[in-house]
């Protein structure tokens, strides 16, 4: 007598190997180090290199660490931001901190 399984099974199976595989890779990431790190900091210190630019939208999104607080804002002052990646990132921590020496 043979036994026949059941769609559901194969999709277990599969869902079990892949998040098998999943625990693998973190498992992986977390064990290996890079000692390349420190000598990719100096290069980028050296070449004056900008951020990572993850959106490809608006040059505020591109480069946070060079955008000033009302670049979102530049064509119109009272517009809303017609960006999606503009509501995910927030402006740089310095355009926060309090500024001193300003002459008034």
Same mark, same amino acid.
């Given at each position: 007598m043979m036994m026949h399984l059941r769609p559901s099974s194969f999709m277990i199976s599969a869902m079990?190997?892949?998040?098998a595989a999943v625990v693998t890779l973190?498992?992986?990431a977390c064990s290996s180090t *890079?000692?390349?790190l420190a000598a990719r900091?100096?290069?980028? #210190?050296? =070449?004056?290199?900008?951020?990572?630019?993850? &959106?490809?939208?608006?040059?505020?999104?591109?480069h946070p660490s060079q955008a000033d607080l009302h670049s979102a804002f530049q *064509?119109?002052?009272?517009?809303?931001?017609?960006?999606?990646? #503009?509501? =995910?990132?927030?402006p740089p921590r310095h355009? &926060?901190?309090p500024r001193t020496g300003v002459q008034q």
């Open positions: 079990f190997l892949l998040g973190f498992v992986h *890079d000692n390349g900091a100096r290069l980028v #210190g050296q =070449l004056g290199l900008t951020d990572l630019a993850l &959106f490809t939208e608006a040059r505020y999104t591109r *064509d119109q002052p009272v517009s809303l931001d017609h960006f999606p990646s #503009g509501s =995910l990132v927030s355009n &926060f901190a």
